[in-house]
Antibody, heavy 122, light 107 residues
Framework: EVQLVESGGGLVQPGGSLRLSCAASGFTFSSYSMNWVRQAPGKGLEWVSYISSSSSTIYYADSVKGRFTISRDNAKNSLYLQMNSLRAEDTAVYYC???????????????WGQGTLVTVSS | DIQLTQSPSFLSASVGDRVTITCRASQGISSYLAWYQQKPGKAPKLLIYAASTLQSGVPSRFSGSGSGTEFTLTISSLQPEDFATYYCQQRNSYPITFGQGTRLEIK
């Protein structure tokens, strides 16, 4: 079964840091590009970041550029999001999402993890 | 950035109804559009990609059409499990963007 499981969310003060992880199983992780997408409470979906299968290509939303860093470890079947200088507006459920097909990017997101909640508050 | 505007933002319908949701892009995006369904407390689920390709396992009552700047998601006969929020998403260029969502509720 293809599965993505996020972890690492929690409560952090403004200006603080947090590292999210996404553990992948049931497919050849190293063949797929990956993304992070977030959803603020009661709001819509916002794409955060993209990383290619080999980590050679990375993109960020302007709202997180310079503060967030996406990375992956194909040997550990894991995706990461290092979040620094966190702001209240970063409060959201963060989802990792796999590209639909290999040899992308196609940037059709399927499947998604269950999400991990990040709350930035003093 | 490419803006996606969905209409309506809220839709009330009955089981068995045919419903259509529209997504308009601020510039042409060819057929680089997907549709997702999200239920409360759950992750989004891919329904349609490349404007009209039905994702594996998705019921055939869902269909998508359009190209360029105007796209539609149609549900031919609403089932109780279809009441959810629907989002369109473009992958024509970065940043990838989503529509604001259409909440479909039971009348």
């Amino acid at each position: 079964e293809v599965q993505l499981v996020e972890s690492g969310g929690g409560l952090v003060q403004p200006g603080g840091s947090l590292r999210l992880s996404c553990a992948a199983s049931g497919f050849t992780f190293s063949s797929y590009s990956m993304n992070w997408v977030r959803q603020a409470p009661g709001k819509g979906l916002e794409w955060v970041s993209y990383i290619s299968s080999s980590s050679s290509t990375i993109y960020y939303a302007d709202s997180v550029k310079g503060r967030f860093t996406i990375s992956r470890d194909n040997a550990k079947n894991s995706l990461y999001l290092q979040m620094n200088s966190l702001r209240a507006e970063d409060t959201a459920v963060y989802y990792c999402a796999r590209d639909l097909m290999v040899r992308g990017p196609y940037n059709w997101f399927d499947p998604w993890g269950q999400g991990t909640l990040v709350t930035v508050s003093s | 950035d490419i803006q996606l505007t969905q209409s309506p933002s809220f839709l009330s319908a009955s089981v068995g109804d045919r419903v259509t949701i529209t997504c308009r892009a601020s510039q042409g995006i060819s057929s680089y559009l997907a549709w997702y369904q999200q239920k409360p407390g759950k992750a989004p689920k891919l329904l349609i990609y490349a404007a009209s390709t039905l994702q594996s396992g998705v019921p055939s009552r869902f269909s998508g059409s359009g190209s360029g700047t105007e796209f539609t998601l149609t549900i031919s006969s609403l089932q109780p499990e279809d009441f959810a929020t629907y989002y369109c998403q473009q992958r024509n260029s970065y940043p990838i963007t989503f529509g604001q969502g259409t909440r479909l509720e039971i009348k």
